[in-house]
């Protein structure tokens, strides 16, 4: 029984993605490898592959993403401002750190929603 509650989990949870309805015209997609990303409503990528963790409010979208390389790999935290439509990259904790806890701050109270199963910084 848990197998099964898990499996029909595992199969919505894309589908819960993709219906997510965000602020300002923008949509969560899915691309051919299964990786989830966000665009605008010019079908521009606003937060690309692959997101770990999304939410928003009425301002923000907000998104932990994971990049990989044949050599690397890079976990962190991006986010739209719907008032100008600027994307924020925090490319290491400590600009994250004052991005979340001095210059916007509202951005602690978004709930997020996990899409795999891996920390963000």
Same mark, same amino acid.
């Given at each position: 029984?848990?197998? /099964? @509650?898990?499996?029909?989990? !595992?199969?919505?949870?894309? !589908?819960? @993605? @993709? @219906?997510?309805?965000?602020?300002? *015209?923008?949509?969560?997609?899915?691309?051919?490898?299964?990786?989830?990303?966000?665009?605008?409503?010019?079908?521009?990528?606003?937060?690309?592959? $692959?997101?770990?963790?999304?939410?928003?409010? $009425?301002? =923000?979208?907000?998104?932990?993403?994971?990049?990989? $390389?044949?050599? $690397?790999?890079?976990? /962190? =935290?991006?986010?739209?401002?719907?008032?100008?439509?600027?994307? +924020?990259?925090?490319?290491?904790?400590? *600009? =994250?750190?004052? +991005?979340?806890?001095?210059?916007?701050?509202?951005? *602690?109270?978004?709930?997020?929603?996990?899409?795999?199963?891996? *920390?963000?910084?």
């Amino acid at each position: 029984m848990k197998l /099964r @509650a898990l499996l029909i989990l !595992l199969v919505c949870a894309p !589908l819960t @993605a @993709a @219906a997510m309805d965000l602020p300002g *015209q923008h949509k969560v997609m899915e691309n051919e490898a299964g990786e989830l990303y966000v665009v605008n409503k010019e079908d521009v990528t606003m937060i690309e592959p $692959s997101i770990i963790k999304l939410g928003f409010n $009425s301002r =923000w979208i907000l998104a932990c993403i994971k990049n990989e $390389s044949i050599d $690397s790999e890079l976990i /962190r =935290w991006v986010f739209v401002d719907m008032r100008n439509g600027g994307t +924020y990259d925090s490319l290491n904790a400590e *600009q =994250w750190s004052f +991005y979340r806890n001095e210059a916007y701050t509202d951005l *602690q109270k978004i709930k997020l929603t996990d899409f795999r199963e891996e *920390q963000c910084p």
